[in-house]
Nanobody, 126 residues
Framework: QVQLKESGGGLVQAGGSLRLSCAAS????????MGWFRQAPGKERVFVAA????????YYADFVQGRFTISRDNVKNTVYLQMNSLKPEDTAVYYC???????????????????WGQGTQVTVSS
């Protein structure tokens, strides 16, 4: 199995940027399709972005299109989420997740991910 640990969260003003990192340990990182989800207080966990095994394909929720970029480094066993033009409504706990799947289908479905990190808090002030 794989263990995931997020970092890079914090407090930022609206319009600012943050880069989240998710370091993976355990089994071969390149075997896992990766995703980022977020959960705001009192709300359900929602899909943010996902990336294919090689990093050649990426998928985004509509609300982050053009602002966030997901990437991965299969040598460093790390997936990143670059977040630009942050808004107060982006405030949430951000979770990294991993899944073993033969397809990119259902990349936005949380239940298809078998491994999760502990989350990192992102707070955007207005």
């Amino acid at each position: 199995q794989v263990q995931l640990k997020e970092s890079g969260g914090g407090l930022v003003q609206a319009g600012g940027s943050l880069r989240l990192s998710c370091a993976a340990s355990g089994r071969t990182f390149s075997m896992y399709r990766m995703g980022w989800f977020r959960q705001a207080p009192g709300k359900e966990r929602v899909f943010v972005a996902a990336i294919s095994l090689s990093g050649s394909s990426t998928y985004y929720a509509d609300f982050v299109q053009g602002r966030f970029t997901i990437s991965r480094d299969n040598v460093k066993n790390t997936v990143y989420l670059q977040m630009n033009s942050l808004k107060p409504e982006d405030t949430a706990v951000y979770y990294c997740a991993a899944r073993i799947s033969g397809t990119d289908y259902y990349a936005s479905t949380a239940s298809t991910y078998g491994y999760w990190g502990q989350g990192t808090q992102v707070t955007v002030s207005s």
